[in-house]
């Protein structure tokens, strides 16, 4: 049995009046644990509302998602925070801008549990936050007193991906999480991002507009088209696409 099953989902906004969306139709999709999946489409192809839809942003209309043979269908977003992590394209979101940096791992370390008040950051918790940001090579060590809002773009998006997996989530959503930032930055959060995904062996699901990274990335790759999945390759197919290629079918179906 795979490990995510998603049966049959479906979405309709603004349902019974002249302004329906058929935003996601019948999706079906088998994921394997450690599957690192690349979404591509064009603009309205469902890609968004598929994460969202997994996430429990919203409740769909018809189908099933099951984890680890766990029905979540039903569940809230609240709820399945334990099991998904997401990581957003601006760098704020997911993120308190005015708490530290120590702050904002403080609370993720609490994803999917109850949260109650307490006196301050154990120690051991400082000590830990301190070496995993050391890993990062990038001097965040040394910010863990400074409002998350006051550093880069980079330097947050790369905190996120700590603390999106800094208690490992059985799926991570990462939705476009690089297209705010430079090229040259977008290249080492891409880099940090197969680095994590890899050593803890988790299973993603990444939108991205930049073909090269759809191809470069990942053992898989499907592309959307009005709320659909049209094709699903697998690692061997995705090695042997160009971007240039990808670029011809993805033109095909607008």
Do not use: W
């Amino acid at each position: 049995m795979a490990f995510i099953e998603i049966k049959n989902i479906s979405k309709t906004f603004h349902s019974d009046t002249d302004e329906a969306y058929h935003a996601l139709k019948e999706v079906n999709l088998e994921i394997n644990t450690g599957d690192f999946i690349t979404i591509v489409g064009g603009n309205g192809a469902g890609k968004s509302t598929f994460l969202n839809a997994l996430a429990g942003s919203f409740q769909i209309d018809r189908g099933s998602i099951f984890i680890d043979g766990q029905n979540i269908t039903n569940t809230k977003e609240y709820e399945r925070a334990k099991y998904i992590s997401r990581i957003y394209q601006n760098p704020l979101d997911g993120t308190a801008p005015r708490m530290t940096v120590a702050e904002n791992m403080a609370i993720a370390i609490k994803r999917g549990e109850k949260r109650g008040f307490s006196s301050g950051i154990k120690k051991e918790d400082l000590k830990s936050f301190e070496e995993q940001l050391k890993s990062l090579n990038l001097g965040l060590e040394n910010r863990l007193n400074t409002e998350i809002g006051l550093l880069s773009g980079g330097q947050r998006q790369a905190i996120s991906l700590l603390m999106a997996t800094i208690k490992r989530p059985e799926l991570i959503l990462l939705d476009e999480h690089t297209a705010a930032l430079d090229p040259k930055t977008q290249k080492n959060i891409m880099k940090l991002t197969e680095e994590i995904i890899k050593g803890k062996k988790l299973t993603a699901f990444m939108i991205t507009h930049n073909l090269q990274d759809a191809l470069q990335y990942g053992n898989r790759m499907i592309v959307m088209h009005r709320g659909q999945i049209v094709k699903d390759f697998s690692k061997v197919e995705k090695d042997n696409l160009t971007t240039t290629k990808l670029y011809e079918i993805l033109s095909e179906l607008e």
